[in-house]
């Protein structure tokens, strides 16, 4: 069994719990692969030998079995970014706090290796999206995937922008608003939902566009599917507006326009039997529950 291993480390206490799960893949004879800044700071704390690492470049292989990442939500989306297309199954760990990604709890980390050999879990098959243009973006060039969403916003100024939206060339509207969101259904439960998008099933085939804070207030969510081709761009007071996939921003001059589609990839995470996405979304969204008694 080979594993891979992330994090972006802020507290020590986390630090035991990537020993248990190294503790459980020693008892199993699991190859192990870390990712090579984590492995300097694990090393620097902890005595754990000799490992291999990888990084964005190198030492990864669709070989892997799993990728485990330790973390938020937000340690998810950049791990993402390392396996690519290679299709090697993720689960997160979860030492943030909400947890709509990384759903498994630190003190179970053991079940990451143990469920995994018993056959005690699925695989959701997860969308991403991605950002082409006609011009260079530095910031986007070996990664212009997203599995969240890609988002067009204003950039050094209070005034709202416009948004001219196409949809498989034709003309849909123009949002004047403080950016613009397009949603996997991953990500209708993140920045798309506090802006009032709607929650969808991770395996419908569908992409949401949501107006951030639209002046117009007819304007509303609208879903579509997935094979759609949007084309944005944005007019405004000032010369650039910020693009964003996931947690990486570009700034891009105004009246460039971009496409917006789904990814030719999708990742695939690991859900484990005793977890599901309903019962996710009822736990961390508190559906159901009364919070006034």
Known sequence: MKIAIYAKIYENETLDYVMELLDECSNIGAK??????????????RNIGQYDTFDRKTGLDSTFEVFVSFGGDGTILRAITYIRDLGIPIVGVNTGRLGFLSTLKKEEVRRVVTDFVSGAYEIDERSLVEVNADFDIPEFRDM?????????SRKDTTSMITVETHLNNEYLTSYWADGLIVATPTGST???????????????????????????????????????????????????????LDSRIATIENEREITVKRAPFIIKMIAYTSESFLETIRNKLLWGQDKRN
Do not use: W
């Open 32 to 45: 192990v692969s870390i990712e090579s800044d984590f492995y300097a700071q694990l090393s620097a704390s």
């Open 144 to 152: 212009n995937f997203a599995l969240n969403e890609v988002s067009v």
């Open 190 to 244: 993140g920045y798309s939902l506090s802006c009032g998008g709607p929650v969808i099933m991770p395996g419908v085939q569908s992409l949401v566009i949501t107006p951030i804070a639209p002046h117009n207030l007819n304007a509303r969510p609208l879903v579509i599917s997935d094979d759609t081709i949007i084309r944005l761009k944005v007019s405004g007071r000032e010369e650039n507006h910020l693009v964003s």
